[in-house]
């Protein structure tokens, strides 16, 4: 049977443009939502912005870096596994929160700052740990990453519509809230049918190679949840923002993921097996947590 790493799922140029432009709509049509005020509101609470920075970009790219290290997956699972870590919060991060009971207005401010952070950090994360093991080293060395094209690529797909966003959010209030329902459910539905068509096209590979990393993406998901409740817990936030930390920890960008192996490591099969199951597996687990913490909260007011 030919090695997982040597896989490669197969995404003609013109898909991949689409996916781009997919991935950027999403983004824009979340930024309709967020306005300056909404970092004002956060700033006023900065153990909140240094506890989220703190989950979502040095400890849970530390975490998964260990977690690689001791259970040594195949390199490019390896692989696949860094780059969700390195990603910012996923966007369906903010409706989870608002589902849970959580502090929704929090969920949105870190997303729209995690996305800015993760121009920056996303590049350096993903570049810093697969430079530090020594197999995700090798195909770094093979592929020859430039971190300069990475960082391009996330400012086009993330920063640019985040700012245009904003900026006719400002501009028009009114419109950019009516656009907001219809874009964003819309362009995630097409970025989700774009990711299946492509996935439908190497059906084989991934019937072929799933198993591989079933457990490891579950394993790896509940471990970045529990990672944003428990420090969440240790720095004495209310369970309102700890619920909150947690989703916004373990739901991660993992569109964004796909897209940059896609674009640059030709969609090689461990990380883009990985980065699909992820953005499949993280819908459930985070729904489930949401209408599980839903569902007690009811009860509590009830009794």
Wanted: aromatic residues 14%; hydrophobic residues 60%.
């Amino acid at each position: 049977m030919q090695e997982i790493d040597e896989v490669v799922i197969n995404f003609d140029s013109s898909g991949l443009w689409v996916l781009n432009i997919a991935l950027a709509v999403i983004m824009f049509g979340v930024a309709l939502g967020i306005t300056a005020s909404d970092f004002r509101q956060l700033f006023k609470t900065p153990k909140l912005i240094f506890v989220g920075v703190l989950c979502q970009f040095l400890l849970l790219p530390l975490l998964t870096f260990l977690v690689v290290w001791l259970i040594k997956p195949q390199p490019s699972i390896a692989l696949g596994m860094l780059m969700v870590a390195a990603c910012p919060g996923g966007n369906i991060s903010n409706f989870m929160t608002h589902l849970a009971k959580g502090n929704t207005a929090l969920s949105v401010s870190l997303t729209a700052f995690a996305t800015f952070i993760a121009i920056f950090m996303t590049p350096f994360n993903f570049q810093f740990y697969g430079s530090l093991y020594s197999p995700t080293a090798q195909i770094l060395k093979q592929v020859a990453l430039n971190p300069g094209d990475l960082i391009k690529l996330v400012v086009l797909i993330l920063g640019i519509p985040l700012v245009l966003g904003m900026a006719f959010r400002y501009k028009f209030p009114v419109i950019s809230l009516k656009l907001s329902k219809i874009l964003k459910p819309l362009s995630i539905v097409i970025f989700g049918l774009i990711v299946v068509l492509a996935f439908s096209k190497n059906i084989d590979v991934f019937n072929n190679y799933i198993h591989y990393v079933l457990l490891i993406g579950v394993f790896h998901n509940f471990l970045a949840i529990m990672l944003g409740f428990v420090v969440a817990k240790l720095f004495k936030l209310s369970f309102i923002n700890q619920k909150t930390i947690a989703i916004e920890t373990g739901i991660q960008n993992s569109g964004l993921g796909l897209l940059l192996i896609f674009t640059f490591f030709n969609g090689l099969g461990g990380m883009a097996i990985l980065a699909a199951f992820w953005g499949i597996w993280h819908i459930i687990s985070g729904l489930g947590i949401a209408f599980f913490w839903s569902y007690k909260a009811a009860k509590k007011v009830t009794d």
